[in-house]
């Protein structure tokens, strides 16, 4: 016969291992949820990179990145064109500074990364090269500077922060980007064979 003790001993025994299996399952219920919540969250951050990349792969960006590599530098010797410049991205006339356009959307690129709202490693795998290679001609022809001298210090301070981020993402990985004229590839090291003369 059970005693009053001993059968108060299994209930108790019995009580613990309910409790033990109702936070086993909510454990695992939290584990499925916490994988659901990151499943939407990369699904979300999908839909959102697609877009942002549909955007910086657009005809107007494309024409305005060539713009920025291949005449900016030029035209910023045009005091006009100067002038306008310095002005800000909403003063000049539609079409006369494709730089513009560029900016702006690296602006709001480089926020989105900052900010953990795209995934820098999925911008940088892909666009790298005109990352570094738009912001250091936009830098080389004097518009940054000019920007923030007649506007505001901060101005494009999100796709600064943008390059930098991919600079390093690019120098982890021992990638190069040259911009044409502006960063000469360094000098090719002669093979063995060529140095002996062979």
Do not use: C
């Not at 920025?68 to 003063?91: H, T, V, Y």
């Not at 506007?151 to 991919?166: G, K, P, T, V």
């Amino acid at each position: 016969m059970l005693t009053w003790e001993a059968l108060s001993a299994l209930a108790s025994l019995f009580s613990s291992v309910a409790v033990l299996a109702a936070v086993i399952v909510a454990l695992r219920q939290v584990r499925v949820g916490a994988e659901q919540v990151e499943h939407l969250r990369r699904a979300t951050q999908l839909e959102g990179t697609m877009k942002v990349f549909a955007m910086m792969a657009s005809p107007e960006q494309e024409v305005g990145r060539r713009f920025i590599r291949l005449e900016l530098a030029e035209r910023m010797n045009d005091p006009r064109f100067r002038a306008d410049a310095a002005r800000g991205p909403m003063a000049p006339v539609p079409g006369e500074h494709p730089e513009f356009a560029v900016l702006r959307l690296m602006e709001m690129v480089g926020t989105y990364v900052k900010h953990g709202l795209l995934d820098e490693e999925i911008v940088f795998d892909y666009w790298v090269p005109p990352i570094l290679s738009t912001w250091r001609s936009l830098e080389a022809s004097g518009i940054i500077g000019i920007h923030r001298a007649s506007l505001s210090d901060a101005l494009w301070e999100n796709f600064e922060h943008l390059y930098h981020r991919a600079a390093a993402y690019s120098e982890r990985r021992g990638q190069h980007v040259f911009v044409g004229a502006l960063t000469p590839p360094p000098a090719a090291e002669a093979r063995p064979a060529e140095a002996a003369g062979e």
